[in-house]
Each structure stands twice: as C-alpha cells, then as structure tokens.
C-alpha cells in the first residue's frame, strides 16, 4: 500500500478496518505497533509501521450538529469536503478549509495542517475535544479542562489513535476570491504583512525566480469592502491555474464571484479527485515577522530550487496552543513547495533550503518531506519535553512509534 503521491510504500504487515470502536480498542491493546492511516496525504512516514495499519473508514460514520453547543461532532476519517458540504445543507460552517477539501479530519489536524488568513488559525482551533485510544485501548475525550489536550489535538499519532472530534462551528457565508498576476517582489517584500492582510485569506503562488510573483489568490469575505488594487499587480480576466499552462477547470470559481465559504476557500473544486504520483511537497513554518528576510534568503536558492518546482505557495497563519503545532504561540507564516516526482533531487536540495530557513526558526510541517535529524525540536517547541515525557508515559512501549517519530522524540521508554 502507498501513500497518496506514490512516493512511499508503506511497511506495515497487515491492514485491519474495525468496524466498531470496541473492536478498534481490541486491535490497540492487543499490539506491539500499529497506526492509523487517513486519506494518506502525507510525505513522509509520519503513518507508517512496521505492524497492522488501521484504516477507519469501516466505523460507523458520523457529522452531528449540536445547535445549543455550536459544535459538530465528526468521526475521524471523515473528509472536509464531506463535512463542508453536510454542515453547509444545514446552514452552518468552519472557519477555514485547506488547500484540498479531500484529506481527512482527523489525519489533517494531527499534523498541523491549515488554510490561509492572519487572523486565521490552523485547522486544529476548532476542535473542542477530541476522542482517542490509547496505546493501552482505553477511550477518552479530551477537551480544553483536560491536562493532555493542548498536547493530544496535534499529536503526530504518538498519543493515541483519533475516532472522533468535536469542532466548533460557525453559521455559513460567503466569500469571494480574485487573483492578481505579477507582484514586483520589491513591493511584496516591503509590504508582506499589509498584502497578507487584504483579504480573509491570500496565497501567493511563486517559484522564487525573476522579478515578481507570479499570482496571489485573495478569498475576501462577502461582507468585507470591495478589493482594492494590490501594489501595481495585474487583475486576472480569466480563471487560472496556480501551475502555469494548467487548465483552471478544477479550481474553484474566482473572477469575484460570490460563493459558499467551502466552494471558495480550498483552491480546488471538491468534485475533482486529484491525479495520485505526481508530486512531492515540504513546508517550512516561521514567525510572520521574519517573512521578508526568509523570502530573501530562499529567492537566493531559486536557481537550485526552480527546476524541481512545480510551484511554491506562501500562506499566514494565526497562533495557537498545542504543543506541537507549527502555529505555537506565533503568528506565522508558510513556506510550501510543491515538487516535481524527483524525490532524489528534492532531498539533496533539502538540507540547503532547510539550513537557509534555520535563522528564522522554521519548523517542518509534520506530514510533508524534511530532514528530522536536522532540527534541534527541544529549541523550536518549548512544551516539547513535556510532550516527549506524556508520549512515554502513555505509550512506554513505543506501540505507535516508528522511525521518523523515534528519530523526533528518541528512543521510547520500555515496558
């Protein structure tokens, strides 16, 4: 079994789908090494074992709203366009969706996983609690009064396999999305955090050479003012791709175009299943107040890096609490770099783009390709000790461990 760009052949021996919880806390317990595998949107082994995999998708599959709470609850291996499209039919809606509407709930917020916006933050704020089980088999619900939550919600699956969330929800709206061409890099980087901020949610879209940027993707609110001109960047007339010479049919719809939040905040259309094997990618996480020296920084790699682009994408994100999350405690912003299938390549080249990022405190996002041994973790999270002594004590066996997690947290504890 691979993951979703082909790039991974994972190395469990066997695959189970319990088809309740009780037969999911049996499979736990009974284990040495076993882990959850979602829509398998990560790059790296951050899923894999060398024991059973446990897919989810056989238990009984759940999105709730409770109106009085202004919450849904939602089983784990739900997508988030499946969740967009239940909550939006009864008027309801989240604060912010991914690039792709196709990755899993409970596989996205594990490892950080979010949308745009610098009031925005990650996909894991919204959850109130979370429903998992331990390396023991017991099952719990954590929520915000509990000790272990703030370290559970992005738990890199070491803490425990996620069933259920419950996340916060808000009434539906609409929102709106124009793309400009051609920002002067000059004006961009005199000006990041004031273009970041013009809209609800802004990418910009690059491959470091040349003069300017090639696209930036504003998704303004229905109810914010009328977007305004955008440091000398040319209006699109026509719908576009973030790849050049890429047909933008399956990109959701632009041209300020009023929409539902969930048909407008990922760039791509939830109907399209994207194409498997045909990508690589890694994202780098820094203090938003870094963003013009970091961009300078990695615009002088960009003969190295532009011929294994297919595209960069530079996004914000709002603080959060979770130990492990990216976005702890900082306002952030968002290195991604979506690579052509030259892993070879892509990981030669990583150690240079990751020392060059390393003054500005870059963290990896935990589901894309990095360089574990590279990261002093301990500096760039401060509760990381204390996760490390939770992941022991829950776990002293190492059940959901594996080689990249052994490699972040050391050798487990043992039994």
Not at 178 to 191: E, H, K, Y
Not at 200 to 219: E, H, P, R
Request: net charge negative.
């Amino acid at each position: 079994m691979k993951n979703w760009a082909g790039n991974l052949e994972y190395s469990s021996a066997g695959i189970q789908r319990p088809a309740s919880v009780e037969e999911l806390r049996e499979l736990v317990a009974q284990a040495t090494r076993i882990k959850a595998l979602g829509s398998r949107h990560s790059f790296n082994t951050v899923a894999d074992t060398e024991g059973t995999h446990i897919l989810l998708d056989a238990l009984p599959q759940e999105i709730v709203l409770d109106l009085e709470k202004s919450t849904v609850k939602v089983s784990g291996g739900i997508s988030y366009g499946a969740l967009g499209r239940s909550l939006e039919e009864q008027g309801y809606a989240i604060h912010n969706l991914a690039s792709l509407p196709h990755i899993s709930v409970a596989g996205a917020i594990q490892t950080g996983t979010h949308g745009s916006g610098v009031n925005n933050p990650s996909l894991a704020a919204a959850v109130v609690s979370v429903d998992l089980v331990r390396a023991s088999g017991e099952l719990v619900t954590l929520t915000a009064d509990d000790d272990e939550f703030l370290a559970s919600v992005v738990g890199v699956g070491a803490l425990g396999i996620v069933t259920g969330l419950e996340l916060a929800v808000r009434p539906s709206y609409e929102v709106r999305q124009r793309v400009l061409t051609d920002l002067s890099w000059d004006a961009a980087l005199a000006n990041f955090e004031t273009i970041a901020s013009s809209a609800y949610s802004v990418s910009f879209f690059t491959n470091y050479t040349g003069d300017t940027i090639a696209q930036v993707w504003l998704k303004a609110l229905d109810t914010e003012a009328p977007l305004a001109e955008l440091f000398g960047a040319t209006p699109a007339t026509a719908a576009l791709h973030p790849l050049p010479d890429m047909s933008a049919e399956n990109c959701t719809e632009q041209l300020d175009v009023a929409g539902k939040w969930l048909d407008r905040l990922p760039h791509f259309r939830h109907e399209f299943t994207p194409s498997n094997g045909e990508e690589l990618q890694s994202e780098f996480l820094l203090p938003l107040e870094h963003a013009p020296a970091a961009l300078a920084a990695v615009r002088g790699l960009a003969d190295k890096l532009a011929p294994l682009l297919f595209i960069s994408e530079i996004r914000t994100i709002a603080a959060d609490d979770f130990w492990l999350s990216p976005f702890y405690q900082q306002q952030s912003v968002a290195l991604h770099f979506t690579w052509k299938p030259m892993q070879a390549d892509v990981e030669a080249v990583l150690p240079e783009l990751e020392a060059a990022l390393r003054p500005f405190g870059a963290r990896p996002h935990w589901g894309k390709l990095f360089t574990p041994g590279e990261y002093d973790f301990a500096a760039l999270y401060p509760r990381f000790e204390d996760f490390r002594a939770l992941a022991n004590a829950n776990d002293p066996s190492g059940k959901f461990r594996n080689a990249l997690l052994d490699t972040v947290l050391g050798v487990t504890v043992t039994s």
